[in-house]
């Protein structure tokens, strides 16, 4: 199998991809044109990126089979284009899940100690011990999240250890407010960290003291945390986003900032450069950096040990398909057809037999969308189950059962 990898990887998923039989193409430089060019010049089976974006041009390439964001988020692929040409998009979840957790929390401590602020003072020859004092601690304060996968677990977590409080929003647990969260190796009997879900996002921006955002952009996700939500933070509180930029409005965050004190620390930004090192231009931060908004330039999963865990899981991934036909984590597969009914056929395990029924479907005008054929033991007969998008007529389950002797019984269920 040919692997093209069109971005920066580690060497250990370099090594780990040729030890599993693949011929690796790095190239980390291929963008745009030139990579959609590279993908059908080398015949490339399989694609890993990480920042590079996948467009629907890419997807022409006709050996193109895999890609894989080596990385948690999918969005800078054209996921949709993809599926139309039957490409599976498959990432690496929860391995930088305490790279980012450790940045947010990096992120909180700098903006109550105002970290960055004494180390400025202090290399342009200014000791200011009476400003630099006056901080607020993080024992009894209470920590917002929004949304509750694996990185906000993490964040979670390491909050405890620092006395905090929680309150929690995520659309797994609506409906379920009294979700034992231990199950997620959160502490909920300690006296010293109180734990709470909330209802909606704007009940977490209500209690919170700090407001931490770990949600994937959707529709549904995008400007969540809006001028309304914003509102209803207290004045001179922190939020704080390694997510997606998207997910903040960020015109709205400018005048929160402005007019409510609200301290920010973010790790994701509009309209980020695409190279490694560009000139960025970030308003927020121009007009309101000093004291109220700290920033990183993108790095929340940039720890060699996420990278190395990205590594792996990448070369398992591709291992796994060249080895079975099975990708793990795969984002793109339907999680409902257009399957109404579904046609058990019985019948001798003999060569041919399906065909004779696939071929009758055909005729029909009928899709499969979805089979699976089990052998009995022994291999003599089997049993196919054959997901149509609409029944036959029985004109046509006659001409099934007529199609082949080895055909022993056959059903019809709606689904």
Not at 284 to 302: E, K, M, N, P, Q
Not at 338 to 356: E, F, I, N, Q
Request: charged share 20%; net charge negative.
């Amino acid at each position: 199998m040919k692997v093209l990898i069109a971005d920066q990887f580690e060497q250990s998923g370099r090594d780990g991809l040729a030890a599993a039989g693949c011929d690796v193409v790095f190239d980390p430089a291929l963008k745009d044109d030139a990579l959609a060019e590279a993908l059908v010049a080398t015949g490339a089976e399989c694609l890993v990126v990480r920042s590079t974006k996948v467009t629907a041009a890419m997807m022409e390439s006709p050996s193109l089979a895999l890609i894989v964001r080596a990385g948690a988020g999918y969005n800078t692929i054209d996921v949709a284009a993809a599926s139309a040409h039957g490409v599976y998009v498959s990432n690496c979840p929860g391995k930088n899940a305490v790279a980012v957790a450790e940045l947010a929390m990096g992120l909180i401590l700098a903006l109550d100690r105002r970290i960055p602020d004494n180390t400025a003072a202090l290399v342009a020859g200014q000791w200011n011990k009476k400003e630099f004092s006056k901080a607020a601690g993080l024992s009894g304060r209470t920590l917002g999240l929004l949304g509750f996968g694996s990185i906000a677990q993490e964040v979670a977590r390491r909050a405890q250890a620092f006395g905090m409080h929680l309150v929690v929003w995520s659309r797994r647990f609506e409906g379920q407010p009294d979700t034992d969260l231990r199950a997620y190796g959160i502490d909920t009997a300690g006296r010293a960290s109180s734990v709470t879900i909330a209802a909606s996002p704007a009940a977490v921006a209500e209690a919170a003291d700090i407001l931490s955002v770990h949600l994937a952009l959707a529709a549904d996700t995008r400007n969540l945390v809006n001028a309304d939500l914003l509102g209803r933070l207290k004045p001179g509180a922190m939020l704080v986003n390694t997510a997606r930029a998207e997910v903040v409005d960020h015109e709205a965050l400018a005048v929160a900032v402005r007019e409510r004190g609200l301290r920010v620390g973010l790790d994701v930004y509009p309209d980020e450069p695409a190279a490694a090192a560009a000139e960025f231009d970030f308003a927020l931060a121009r007009d309101h950096g000093t004291g109220l908004l700290y920033g990183t330039h993108h790095i929340g999963a940039s720890t060699e040990q996420a990278q190395e865990a990205i590594a792996a899981e990448t070369v398992r991934i591709v291992r796994s398909f060249r080895e079975t036909g099975r990708v793990p984590n795969v984002v793109n597969l339907a999680r409902q057809t257009p399957a109404s009914h579904t046609l058990v056929v019985r019948h001798k395990d003999k060569p041919g037999v399906l065909a004779g029924v696939f071929a009758e479907l055909g005729r029909g005008g009928i899709n499969a969308q979805e089979t699976e054929n089990i052998v009995f033991e022994g291999a003599a007969a089997a049993v196919a189950r054959i997901n149509v998008d609409h029944a036959p007529a029985e004109a046509q389950l006659d001409a099934i059962r007529r199609a082949d002797a080895n055909i022993i019984s056959l059903q019809l269920v709606a689904i």
